[in-house]
């Protein structure tokens, strides 16, 4: 609950409106409470994710590290496996995560990452990034990457770049 003496930087969760994402398996609710407080260097966005649905496909930042903090239900954790090829990156582990656990995921590809909701509550976790740009997400299982500038992490009306390329279409630097 706030008490308007700094409406631009205290905002209560329960005055913000859910964005509601639906692709297939990856159905979750977000708010982006950072973004609402006028964070400009880190963010922070409250995820709901009920049983068997994931949010984000596996990726992971060049520019930017992101944390994960479990506050109710339970999730798996799909973390490594973000190589280009046989033996890079980390191998992929599978991690049960409950209420108080908390997960740092550094920039790389071996801090590549999804999670997945499991059990029968609606898991409630916070998401923290840093919030720099350009950055660079690569998408490990489609060997694509989403490029962006402008506007960092989850500030999409600032791109001026905002593109998800394929990973193996290379063209050269000096063709015109």
């Known amino acids: 609950m706030t008490d308007g003496s700094d409406p631009d930087r205290v905002v209560s969760e329960s005055d913000l409106d859910w964005d ?10 977000r708010k982006q409470l950072g973004v609402a407080a006028g964070g400009e260097e880190l963010g922070t966005s409250l995820y709901e994710l009920e049983s068997g649905n994931r949010t984000w496909p596996r990726h992971y930042h060049a520019g930017n590290e992101e944390a994960i903090y479990v506050l109710g239900g339970e999730l798996t954790l799909f973390l490594g496996n973000g190589g280009t090829g046989e033996g890079d990156g980390a191998e992929e582990t599978e991690h049960v995560l409950e209420p108080g656990d908390y997960v740092a995921l550094p920039s790389g590809p071996d801090h590549a990452h999804e999670v997945e909701a499991r059990g029968d509550e609606t898991a409630r976790f916070l998401v923290i990034s840093t919030m720099n740009e350009p950055d660079l997400s690569v998408l490990v299982e489609r060997d694509a990457a989403m490029l962006f500038a402008g506007g960092a992490p989850g500030n999409y009306d600032d791109r001026y770049v905002s593109q998800t390329v394929d990973l193996d279409t290379e063209v050269d630097y000096w063709d015109e």
Do not use: A, M, N, P
Not at 20 to 28: N, P
């Open 20 to 29: 509601e994402y639906y692709h297939g398996e990856r159905q979750f609710r």
